[in-house]
């Protein structure tokens, strides 16, 4: 039976495609070009599903349906502007009411209270971005430390001992180590806040200009608090504030009249000032043009940051200033009456807009100086050129003829180029406080709401039919006008290429935009310290048990009859209840074995990390000489969680990038122009095994050579005055040849190709120093595409010289030439394309278009020349393979008729309220076709320096890269292929859907899609292994969607199956998402995967996930600074977060690990020796050690070995660690701290807390032990020494034991620590006590003293001795293998780093000094950051990037495959002599491959084939730091 109804024509085309798969309903694409391709075919069949859907619901079907899931409109009566295609509408961000500013209109009753105030409240301009104040530092800070286990039960304890009955010998000693790590930490988190309080103050104290003198019926006449009102303090709102005051005397010598014109009024249209006004308090008596007020920030581009700079003087000259001075030499003190400057305008008496002139005034209006923080809802401000916006400001008037300015949006996303906003046309006659007084609107604007992309609001106003309208009526029409976000400025932005704008201020303080992305400052843990909770919590359930018993026996023991105690202790219990006596011992023993749970563990990871931060801050690797910033850590806590990031989300434009366009080759009438090589042709020809590439180097002066042939055969052929040399991108000689050869068509082709570069954009020259360098011309763009294909045709000899309404001057070669703009059909991501209409030189009119392939090509003339179309589409097809964006360039000429008869229907379109896009888009469509090719353009983001091979590094090491960005798909894409991430062996998943059951679908069809390939998704390899899926199995997966698709992703019915989708892939790409959809991705991954997360950026867009991640990552730099300020690292470019991760970051979570183990392990020993004697002394709770001792053990006696083994110790050196970034999947995995090492760590302590214990207990209970005196050894001090120097020197050398590098720190604290206790007992014994004295004669002097101490220590190390000599001997790690490679093989010289003599291994530790940082930085007088004589990884003859290196001479198969070192160096005998034909006892395994199924193996191993790196493990289990480090050998130095 044939089916009823019709597929539609959109379907057909689907199933037409051969590149579906049929069965999983997916299209999976592997090329550059096919992607971009595929994602335009994507959006347009979105595009088009949504026009077929409004016009559905335009003619009423599927009403109900529509009716039933869409909210209603706020208001029927306004026209809803329409949300820019592409960017996320997030409706569930948009909590509260819609908000109306009235201006200059009385608040409507139900609005205001009786007082006449209004009754809703907003939030003041001041932000906060701390996460204490005054009042709450103590309390929130002590409940933040307090959730530490550890420290809530010593605060117990501390008020215990208060109680003498428990036995406490000092309470107050006993207090101290509390106090002091709750004040230190305090401290810290303290000095971290400051510093954000200040940068808090540098912004809120900003200077500001708003209008003054009239009623701001939207804020509260008084807005102090009640008892603020009731004792008279606070600022009162008739009266100056200090900060205001000051910043106006400060800048009372610059203070003139002015007047606001716009541009392109002739002279006589200027307003002419009012004589009045010369009276007025504060007024030199003359006007002034708006150049000379104060700007918001400072005049050098450096400082054009956010936070903005602080003033000094106004940005008048000087010439100026003296004029000033010379009209009014008692200005200081006129000035003083009225801190303010008065603005003058003519009084046109024409009404326009919203502006009256019958409306009566007081005229008391005029701008003033204020600062931000004290701006509000509703005031009216002045902004100029290079200002810092200080709030959401919805545009009134700008000096624009047209009403368009130009916003740089580097401090909220990074990017430099320029945006446009426009003027409201109701409000775009207003340019003077006057014209304010007499206008009245009210804006109807949305709530506020995290959406950077939407913006609704609706001007309302009343229009004066003083001379009647068409309905003949004299009474007042009302009228409306639609605001959008082309109309609304977002603060942190900054003002360009604009003199003056006026606006309205709609959002303030935590409202605005920039905010509601930021989100509070978290208080971040580490992993560990997390996990650490549950270690304390064991050990206090252990003491809890160890009390219990303690009292339970110890209350048997009481109640037994016939015992010693009845005699000798007569009466010696607190009460006659041997019961309440039970408890009290309970108590006392819980008091002295405290020990257990370590508190001072958390002042020495305080100590630790804060000595890693230091390091890390120094390391020279991380130094970034443009910006003059080294890394700097500002989170330091959280350290150990730099080695165990699974998942890095990041940014792309400012972080990945540099924000830089060049225009490398292009395609003229089919033949290719353009020399340069990207870095994805680069990483393509290394992938495939290519040669034909030339290094970098070479690269950079092969290109020189030719630019600098194309410049003089230019030069010969035409003068260019305008050429920048330096700027030329487009290098090729063969361009400038065919520009030569009149002889040829192909001359003329170049010459029409780059005309239309040069007239068809929206850019705007700028002469930077027009008197002095009048050819010196920059462009300043939307989109850096756009500045860079202007650039490229100026410097190509095709110069864009000036632009105005009324013409476009550019030069051909040297000859002037103007062209008549018409019409600019502008860009948007829906068209693809932008198009101008402009009359040239001959009179023609004549229509250039660039944009996608895809969409020029739609639009081509029926007799195109078929030829030209293929030749140019394989060169575009070609070019996007490389890495590098396209765009296509055509042309058609209009005839007159045409072009008149289009015209009215563009106008009409223009002047629509409903559906503006869309009727403006068909008025398009009636012109862009009938198009012919004149060539294409490809040109390459410049990524940053290193980022393919950081990537690179990262992926070996395990790590997934999520790239979250606002950007549009298609340049998401190529930014994708150019560093590596994408790859075209890669299956690239394209997710685009408009509705939550498509993007339902997509997401299964992924999940297949790999399911079929990879089996089942699982984190575990093992059981990928059970269901015999092929070990060679392709597993190269990438998602790219859009952040229409993720907003239905992220849905809770939905979230789950992505995050299935995404963990299983090597990349995601996100497109168009906004900055809360970026904070909930990183959160849906952290949460729903438990992995460690890493966020970073450069931008304020970047905050939210920034502080949303475990780790947050912000760089520095001219970019602005408010990524860097929220961050817990920031640095200078993305390549560092290799060196930060795979080097510090291991080391840190390596050594903190080892630290809380050997801590607890210390403890356990110290505790549980003193446990043991509750057996012989009636569990009564006495001490077996000297108080002294009890005090001293974590404070001195033990405190030292750890710290320096928890700051200073390397399993493996900096090189070998990027040499083998496998080895960091041991922190992925979390394999350096378990639950099974503490427990390891624990038995260790119970074990040896025996024989420190029972050892002297047997030799005691033997016999009597004489002393070298003649006295007996047999007291309880005695025996409790012996057994504390045992337990302490066992600990200690426990802990050197288990450190990896000995550098002389490490020698003297443990070697320091075990003398120091032996002088504490002779200076502590040679005072008087009752059973102290003499200790340190008697017992010192005795062989059986010693013998015991050495036996202990002996019997009690041996089984770890035993156990780490079998594991590296004969199942080791691969970070084993790799720390013998350094030390007994061949790795050094692989690594390019000089050996010692031979000799020298044998030499003694002490013969030489040492430097111990362990990012071998010298910090002497040769400078703060001086590299040591070590070779750095720049050095490396295979890699050029500075931090991200790979062994010359070492090849890493396929990261699917086992990792085989293979070596060119096979000498007789290696570094240490052994013979090269002894095999290896090692049997290869492979280390994880950074895929979504590699092995979670926790003793994988290398498969080595140089025979000389191998040796036994037992004859180097502990290594020097003459062996370790033999980069630093200076064979001049003896």
Same mark, same amino acid.
């Given at each position: 039976?044939?089916?009823?109804?019709?597929?539609?024509?959109?379907?057909?085309?689907?199933?037409?495609?051969?590149?579906?798969?049929?069965?999983?309903?997916?299209?999976?694409?592997?090329?550059?070009?096919?992607?971009?391709?595929?994602?335009?075919?994507?959006?347009?069949?979105?595009?088009?599903?949504?026009?077929?859907?409004?016009?559905?619901?335009?003619?009423?079907?599927?009403?109900?349906?529509?009716?039933?899931?869409?909210?209603?409109?706020?208001?029927?009566?306004?026209?809803?502007?329409?949300?820019?295609?592409?960017?996320?509408?997030? $409706?569930?961000?948009?909590?509260?009411?819609?908000?109306?500013?009235?201006?200059?209109?009385?608040?409507?009753?139900?609005?205001?209270?009786?007082?006449?105030?209004?009754?809703?409240?907003?939030?003041?301009?001041?932000?906060?971005?701390?996460?204490?104040?005054?009042?709450?530092?103590?309390?929130?800070?002590?409940?933040?430390?307090?959730?530490?286990?550890?420290?809530?039960?010593?605060?117990?304890?501390?008020?215990?001992?208060?109680?003498?009955?428990?036995?406490?010998?000092?309470?107050?000693?006993?207090?101290?180590?509390?106090?002091?790590?709750?004040?230190?930490?305090?401290?810290?988190?303290?000095?971290?806040?400051?510093?954000?309080?200040?940068?808090?103050?540098?912004?809120?104290?900003?200077?500001?200009? $708003?209008?003054?003198?009239?009623?701001?019926?939207?804020?509260?006449?008084?807005?102090?608090?009640?008892?603020?009102?009731?004792?008279?303090?606070?600022?009162?709102?008739?009266?100056?504030?200090?900060?205001?005051?000051?910043?106006?005397?400060?800048?009372?010598?610059?203070?003139?009249?002015?007047?606001?014109?716009?541009?392109?009024?002739?002279?006589?249209?200027?307003?002419?000032?009012?004589?009045?006004?010369?009276?007025?308090?504060?007024?030199?008596?003359?006007?002034?043009?708006?150049?000379?007020?104060?700007?918001?920030?400072?005049?050098?581009?450096?400082?054009?940051?956010?936070?903005?700079?602080?003033?000094?003087?106004?940005?008048?000259?000087?010439?100026?200033?003296?004029?000033?001075?010379?009209?009014?030499?008692?200005?200081?003190?006129?000035?003083?009456?009225?801190?303010?400057?008065?603005?003058?305008?003519?009084?046109?008496?024409?009404?326009?807009?919203?502006?009256?002139?019958?409306?009566?005034?007081?005229?008391?209006?005029?701008?003033?100086?204020?600062?931000?923080?004290?701006?509000?809802?509703?005031?009216?401000?002045?902004?100029?050129?290079?200002?810092?916006?200080?709030?959401?400001?919805?545009?009134?008037?700008?000096?624009?003829?047209?009403?368009?300015?130009?916003?740089?949006?580097?401090?909220?996303?990074?990017?430099?180029?320029?945006?446009?906003?426009?003027?409201?046309?109701?409000?775009?006659?207003?340019?003077?406080?006057?014209?304010?007084?007499?206008?009245?609107?009210?804006?109807?604007?949305?709530?506020?709401?995290?959406?950077?992309?939407?913006?609704?609001?609706?001007?309302?106003?009343?229009?004066?039919?003083?001379?009647?309208?068409?309905?003949?009526?004299?009474?007042?029409?009302?009228?409306?006008?639609?605001?959008?976000?082309?109309?609304?400025?977002?603060?942190?932005?900054?003002?360009?290429?604009?003199?003056?704008?006026?606006?309205?201020?709609?959002?303030?303080?935590?409202?605005?935009?920039?905010?509601?992305?930021?989100?509070?400052?978290?208080?971040?843990?580490?992993?560990?310290?997390?996990?650490?909770?549950?270690?304390?919590?064991?050990?206090?359930?252990?003491?809890?048990?160890?009390?219990?018993?303690?009292?339970?026996?110890?209350?048997?023991?009481?109640?037994?009859?016939?015992?010693?105690?009845?005699?000798?202790?007569?009466?010696?219990?607190?009460?006659?209840?041997?019961?309440?006596?039970?408890?009290?011992?309970?108590?006392?023993?819980?008091?002295?074995?405290?020990?257990?749970?370590?508190?001072?563990?958390?002042?020495?990871?305080?100590?630790?990390?804060?000595?890693?931060?230091?390091?890390?801050?120094?390391?020279?690797?991380?130094?970034?000489?443009?910006?003059?910033?080294?890394?700097?850590?500002?989170?330091?806590?959280?350290?150990?969680?730099?080695?165990?990031?699974?998942?890095?989300?990041?940014?792309?434009?400012?972080?990945?990038?540099?924000?830089?366009?060049?225009?490398?080759?292009?395609?003229?009438?089919?033949?290719?122009?353009?020399?340069?090589?990207?870095?994805?042709?680069?990483?393509?020809?290394?992938?495939?095994?290519?040669?034909?590439?030339?290094?970098?180097?070479?690269?950079?002066?092969?290109?020189?050579?030719?630019?600098?042939?194309?410049?003089?055969?230019?030069?010969?052929?035409?003068?260019?005055?305008?050429?920048?040399?330096?700027?030329?991108?487009?290098?090729?000689?063969?361009?400038?040849?065919?520009?030569?050869?009149?002889?040829?068509?192909?001359?003329?082709?170049?010459?029409?190709?780059?005309?239309?570069?040069?007239?068809?954009?929206?850019?705007?020259?700028?002469?930077?120093?027009?008197?002095?360098?009048?050819?010196?011309?920059?462009?300043?763009?939307?989109?850096?595409?756009?500045?860079?294909?202007?650039?490229?045709?100026?410097?190509?000899?095709?110069?864009?010289?000036?632009?105005?309404?009324?013409?476009?001057?550019?030069?051909?070669?040297? /000859?002037?030439?103007?062209?008549?703009?018409?019409?600019?059909?502008?860009?948007?991501?829906?068209?693809?394309?932008?198009?101008?209409?402009?009359?040239?030189?001959?009179?023609?009119?004549?229509?250039?278009?660039?944009?996608?392939?895809?969409?020029?090509?739609?639009?081509?003339?029926?007799?195109?020349?078929?030829?030209?179309?293929?030749?140019?589409?394989?060169?575009?097809?070609?070019?996007?393979?490389?890495?590098?964006?396209?765009?296509?360039?055509?042309?058609?000429?209009?005839?007159?008729?045409?072009?008149?008869?289009?015209?009215?229907?563009?106008?009409?379109?223009?002047?629509?309220?409903?559906?503006?896009?869309?009727?403006?888009?068909?008025?398009?469509?009636?012109?862009?076709?009938?198009?012919?090719?004149?060539?294409?353009?490809?040109?390459?983001?410049?990524?940053?320096?290193?980022?393919?091979?950081?990537?690179?590094?990262?992926?070996?090491?395990?790590?997934?890269?999520?790239?979250?960005?606002?950007?549009?798909?298609?340049?998401?894409?190529?930014?994708?292929?150019?560093?590596?991430?994408?790859?075209?062996?890669?299956?690239?998943?394209?997710?685009?859907?408009?509705?939550?059951?498509?993007?339902?679908?997509?997401?299964?069809?992924?999940?297949?899609?790999?399911?079929?390939?990879?089996?089942?998704?699982?984190?575990?390899?093992?059981?990928?292994?059970?269901?015999?899926?092929?070990?060679?199995?392709?597993?190269?997966?990438?998602?790219?969607?859009?952040?229409?698709?993720?907003?239905?992703?992220?849905?809770?019915?939905?979230?789950?199956?992505?995050?299935?989708?995404?963990?299983?892939?090597?990349?995601?790409?996100?497109?168009?998402?906004?900055?809360?959809?970026?904070?909930?991705?990183?959160?849906?991954?952290?949460?729903?995967?438990?992995?460690?997360?890493?966020?970073?950026?450069?931008?304020?867009?970047?905050?939210?996930?920034?502080?949303?991640?475990?780790?947050?990552?912000?760089?520095?730099?001219?970019?602005?600074?408010?990524?860097?300020?929220?961050?817990?690292?920031?640095?200078?470019?993305?390549?560092?977060?290799?060196?930060?991760?795979?080097?510090?970051?291991?080391?840190?979570?390596?050594?903190?690990?080892?630290?809380?183990?050997?801590?607890?392990?210390?403890?356990?020993?110290?505790?549980?020796?003193?446990?043991?004697?509750?057996?012989?002394?009636?569990?009564?709770?006495?001490?077996?050690?000297?108080?002294?001792?009890?005090?001293?053990?974590?404070?001195?006696?033990?405190?030292?070995?750890?710290?320096?083994?928890?700051?200073?110790?390397?399993?493996?050196?900096?090189?070998?660690?990027?040499?083998?970034? /496998?080895?960091?999947?041991?922190?992925?995995?979390?394999?350096?701290?378990?639950?099974?090492?503490?427990?390891?760590?624990?038995?260790?302590?119970?074990?040896?807390?025996?024989?420190?214990?029972?050892?002297?207990?047997?030799?005691?209970?033997?016999?009597?032990?004489?002393?070298?005196?003649?006295?007996?050894?047999?007291?309880?001090?005695?025996?409790?020494?012996?057994?504390?120097?045992?337990?302490?020197?066992?600990?200690?050398?426990?802990?050197?034991?288990?450190?990896?590098?000995?550098?002389?720190?490490?020698?003297?604290?443990?070697?320091?620590?075990?003398?120091?206790?032996?002088?504490?007992?002779?200076?502590?014994?040679?005072?008087?006590?009752?059973?102290?004295?003499?200790?340190?004669?008697?017992?010192?002097?005795?062989?059986?003293?010693?013998?015991?101490?050495?036996?202990?220590?002996?019997?009690?190390?041996?089984?770890?001795?035993?156990?780490?000599?079998?594991?590296?001997?004969?199942?080791?790690?691969?970070?084993?293998?790799?720390?013998?490679?350094?030390?007994?093989?061949?790795?050094?010289?692989?690594?390019?780093?000089?050996?010692?003599?031979?000799?020298?291994?044998?030499?003694?530790?002490?013969?030489?000094?040492?430097?111990?940082?362990?990012?071998?930085?010298?910090?002497?007088?040769?400078?703060?950051?001086?590299?040591?004589?070590?070779?750095?990884?720049?050095?490396?003859?295979?890699?050029?990037?500075?931090?991200?290196?790979?062994?010359?001479?070492?090849?890493?198969?396929?990261?699917?495959?086992?990792?085989?070192?293979?070596?060119?160096?096979?000498?007789?005998?290696?570094?240490?002599?052994?013979?090269?034909?002894?095999?290896?006892?090692?049997?290869?395994?492979?280390?994880?491959?950074?895929?979504?199924?590699?092995?979670?193996?926790?003793?994988?191993?290398?498969?080595?084939?140089?025979?000389?790196?191998?040796?036994?493990?037992?004859?180097?289990?502990?290594?020097?730091?003459?062996?370790?480090?033999?980069?630093?050998?200076?064979?001049?130095?003896?």
């Amino acid at each position: 039976m044939p089916s009823l109804f019709k597929r539609s024509h959109l379907h057909d085309e689907e199933d037409q495609d051969n590149d579906i798969d049929d069965d999983l309903r997916l299209r999976t694409v592997r090329t550059a070009h096919s992607t971009l391709a595929e994602s335009i075919r994507t959006e347009n069949r979105r595009t088009a599903r949504r026009r077929k859907t409004r016009k559905w619901h335009a003619k009423g079907l599927f009403k109900s349906k529509a009716a039933a899931a869409e909210p209603p409109p706020p208001d029927h009566d306004l026209p809803q502007p329409t949300e820019p295609q592409g960017a996320s509408s997030l $409706k569930q961000l948009k909590p509260g009411r819609r908000r109306n500013i009235y201006v200059n209109c009385p608040l409507p009753p139900d609005e205001r209270r009786p007082n006449g105030d209004p009754i809703v409240t907003y939030y003041r301009n001041k932000v906060k971005t701390t996460k204490y104040s005054i009042i709450t530092f103590l309390p929130k800070n002590l409940y933040e430390q307090f959730r530490r286990v550890a420290n809530m039960f010593f605060l117990i304890l501390v008020i215990i001992q208060v109680w003498p009955i428990f036995g406490a010998a000092a309470p107050q000693v006993a207090m101290l180590p509390l106090v002091v790590i709750v004040g230190a930490t305090a401290v810290k988190d303290g000095v971290e806040d400051y510093r954000r309080a200040q940068l808090d103050d540098e912004v809120n104290n900003s200077a500001a200009t $708003k209008l003054g003198g009239w009623r701001n019926v939207n804020q509260l006449s008084d807005p102090r608090m009640w008892f603020e009102k009731l004792l008279g303090i606070g600022e009162r709102p008739d009266k100056v504030s200090k900060g205001v005051r000051k910043l106006r005397e400060k800048e009372a010598s610059e203070g003139k009249n002015f007047v606001l014109v716009k541009e392109g009024m002739s002279a006589n249209d200027q307003p002419i000032p009012n004589n009045d006004s010369a009276s007025e308090p504060g007024a030199i008596g003359r006007p002034r043009s708006l150049e000379d007020i104060q700007s918001v920030a400072s005049r050098s581009s450096h400082d054009h940051s956010y936070p903005p700079a602080a003033y000094d003087s106004l940005g008048t000259s000087a010439s100026a200033i003296q004029a000033a001075s010379l009209e009014q030499p008692n200005y200081n003190q006129t000035f003083a009456s009225s801190t303010s400057s008065w603005a003058m305008s003519n009084r046109t008496g024409v009404s326009a807009g919203v502006v009256d002139w019958q409306k009566r005034t007081s005229g008391t209006a005029h701008w003033e100086r204020t600062l931000w923080k004290k701006l509000g809802v509703g005031d009216i401000v002045l902004l100029r050129d290079n200002d810092q916006i200080p709030a959401d400001i919805v545009v009134l008037s700008t000096s624009d003829a047209d009403g368009l300015c130009y916003v740089e949006t580097k401090n909220l996303d990074g990017e430099t180029n320029l945006k446009p906003r426009r003027s409201l046309k109701a409000t775009s006659s207003i340019t003077s406080d006057e014209d304010l007084e007499h206008a009245s609107f009210v804006l109807d604007s949305e709530p506020p709401h995290a959406n950077l992309y939407t913006y609704s609001g609706v001007l309302r106003y009343r229009v004066r039919n003083t001379d009647g309208d068409e309905s003949g009526s004299d009474s007042g029409r009302d009228k409306v006008e639609p605001v959008t976000i082309n109309e609304l400025l977002l603060r942190g932005c900054a003002v360009r290429n604009t003199q003056w704008i006026i606006g309205l201020v709609v959002f303030t303080g935590q409202d605005t935009k920039i905010m509601l992305n930021g989100g509070d400052t978290p208080s971040k843990r580490s992993k560990i310290e997390k996990e650490t909770n549950f270690n304390v919590i064991t050990n206090f359930i252990l003491l809890v048990v160890m009390t219990i018993v303690t009292g339970i026996v110890n209350g048997y023991y009481n109640g037994k009859a016939g015992t010693s105690r009845q005699v000798y202790e007569k009466d010696a219990g607190v009460t006659d209840s041997n019961a309440l006596n039970a408890v009290v011992t309970a108590v006392s023993c819980l008091i002295a074995f405290q020990n257990i749970v370590p508190i001072a563990l958390y002042i020495s990871i305080e100590i630790v990390k804060t000595i890693q931060a230091y390091f890390i801050n120094q390391d020279v690797d991380m130094y970034y000489e443009p910006y003059d910033t080294c890394c700097v850590p500002k989170t330091w806590n959280i350290s150990d969680d730099l080695g165990q990031i699974e998942y890095i989300f990041s940014d792309k434009t400012g972080t990945l990038t540099q924000n830089i366009m060049e225009f490398q080759k292009c395609s003229i009438n089919g033949v290719i122009y353009g020399e340069g090589v990207t870095e994805a042709m680069r990483g393509q020809a290394k992938r495939e095994g290519r040669t034909d590439i030339l290094s970098p180097v070479e690269q950079a002066k092969q290109l020189e050579q030719l630019k600098e042939t194309m410049i003089q055969k230019m030069s010969r052929t035409f003068k260019n005055r305008y050429l920048r040399p330096e700027r030329l991108t487009l290098i090729s000689p063969q361009l400038a040849d065919d520009l030569a050869d009149r002889s040829k068509p192909q001359r003329g082709n170049i010459i029409s190709f780059f005309r239309a570069l040069s007239v068809c954009h929206s850019v705007l020259p700028d002469k930077p120093e027009p008197q002095e360098k009048p050819f010196t011309v920059d462009y300043k763009a939307e989109s850096p595409d756009e500045a860079a294909l202007v650039a490229a045709a100026r410097d190509v000899g095709f110069p864009f010289v000036h632009r105005n309404n009324a013409a476009i001057d550019i030069e051909v070669m040297g /000859q002037a030439e103007r062209y008549i703009p018409l019409k600019v059909l502008e860009f948007n991501s829906t068209r693809k394309r932008m198009s101008v209409v402009v009359r040239n030189p001959e009179g023609k009119i004549v229509l250039y278009c660039k944009g996608a392939d895809s969409v020029i090509y739609a639009r081509l003339a029926a007799d195109h020349d078929q030829e030209l179309k293929a030749a140019t589409s394989r060169d575009m097809e070609k070019f996007a393979n490389g890495g590098l964006r396209t765009l296509c360039i055509a042309y058609r000429y209009l005839t007159e008729q045409e072009y008149f008869d289009w015209s009215r229907q563009y106008d009409a379109a223009a002047a629509a309220v409903a559906d503006r896009d869309e009727e403006i888009e068909k008025a398009s469509e009636l012109v862009e076709h009938s198009l012919y090719i004149l060539g294409a353009t490809a040109l390459e983001d410049k990524l940053q320096e290193g980022v393919p091979e950081a990537i690179d590094l990262l992926h070996k090491a395990g790590i997934k890269l999520w790239i979250l960005t606002g950007d549009k798909l298609q340049t998401a894409i190529e930014i994708g292929f150019s560093c590596n991430l994408l790859k075209n062996d890669m299956e690239i998943m394209i997710l685009s859907a408009d509705s939550m059951d498509a993007a339902r679908a997509q997401v299964e069809a992924g999940i297949n899609k790999i399911a079929s390939i990879l089996g089942p998704p699982t984190r575990d390899e093992l059981a990928r292994q059970e269901l015999n899926v092929p070990a060679n199995t392709k597993r190269s997966f990438a998602v790219v969607i859009d952040g229409d698709t993720l907003r239905y992703a992220l849905d809770p019915t939905l979230k789950e199956m992505f995050l299935n989708l995404g963990t299983q892939c090597d990349t995601v790409v996100c497109c168009r998402v906004s900055p809360a959809q970026k904070a909930l991705t990183v959160k849906l991954v952290k949460e729903g995967r438990n992995a460690m997360t890493l966020s970073i950026g450069d931008g304020a867009n970047d905050v939210a996930m920034i502080q949303e991640a475990n780790i947050g990552c912000g760089l520095i730099g001219l970019e602005g600074s408010q990524a860097a300020m929220s961050a817990d690292y920031a640095f200078g470019q993305f390549r560092f977060l290799t060196k930060l991760l795979l080097v510090h970051g291991r080391w840190s979570y390596q050594r903190v690990a080892d630290m809380h183990g050997n801590f607890f392990y210390k403890n356990v020993i110290w505790t549980f020796a003193m446990f043991w004697y509750l057996f012989w002394n009636s569990f009564d709770a006495t001490y077996l050690y000297q108080y002294t001792f009890i005090i001293l053990f974590n404070l001195a006696f033990t405190a030292l070995p750890v710290i320096v083994m928890g700051a200073f110790d390397q399993d493996i050196n900096a090189k070998a660690s990027l040499a083998y970034p /496998q080895l960091y999947k041991r922190g992925i995995l979390g394999l350096e701290y378990t639950k099974t090492m503490f427990w390891l760590y624990m038995f260790d302590g119970f074990y040896q807390s025996a024989v420190v214990f029972f050892i002297p207990f047997a030799v005691w209970s033997s016999g009597y032990v004489m002393s070298w005196n003649g006295r007996t050894l047999d007291s309880l001090a005695d025996f409790g020494t012996t057994a504390s120097v045992a337990a302490i020197w066992t600990a200690n050398l426990y802990v050197g034991l288990n450190t990896s590098y000995w550098t002389w720190i490490m020698w003297f604290v443990t070697i320091g620590s075990n003398i120091f206790l032996i002088i504490w007992i002779a200076l502590y014994s040679s005072f008087e006590s009752i059973d102290f004295i003499d200790e340190f004669q008697n017992l010192m002097g005795t062989v059986d003293f010693w013998a015991m101490v050495f036996l202990c220590i002996t019997v009690a190390i041996a089984p770890r001795f035993i156990l780490k000599f079998a594991q590296q001997a004969y199942i080791p790690l691969d970070k084993h293998i790799v720390r013998e490679m350094w030390v007994m093989g061949d790795l050094k010289d692989r690594l390019g780093i000089g050996h010692r003599k031979v000799h020298s291994e044998n030499r003694s530790f002490f013969t030489r000094s040492r430097n111990t940082s362990e990012n071998d930085v010298e910090l002497d007088n040769r400078g703060p950051y001086r590299q040591t004589e070590r070779t750095s990884p720049s050095d490396i003859p295979e890699n050029s990037q500075r931090g991200v290196h790979t062994p010359p001479e070492m090849r890493l198969n396929d990261s699917t495959g086992p990792l085989h070192v293979t070596s060119s160096n096979h000498p007789s005998s290696g570094p240490s002599g052994l013979h090269p034909n002894r095999m290896s006892y090692y049997s290869p395994s492979d280390i994880p491959s950074p895929d979504p199924t590699g092995s979670r193996s926790q003793t994988s191993s290398l498969h080595v084939r140089d025979d000389t790196a191998h040796s036994r493990a037992s004859d180097k289990t502990f290594v020097t730091a003459n062996e370790w480090e033999d980069e630093h050998y200076d064979p001049d130095r003896r």
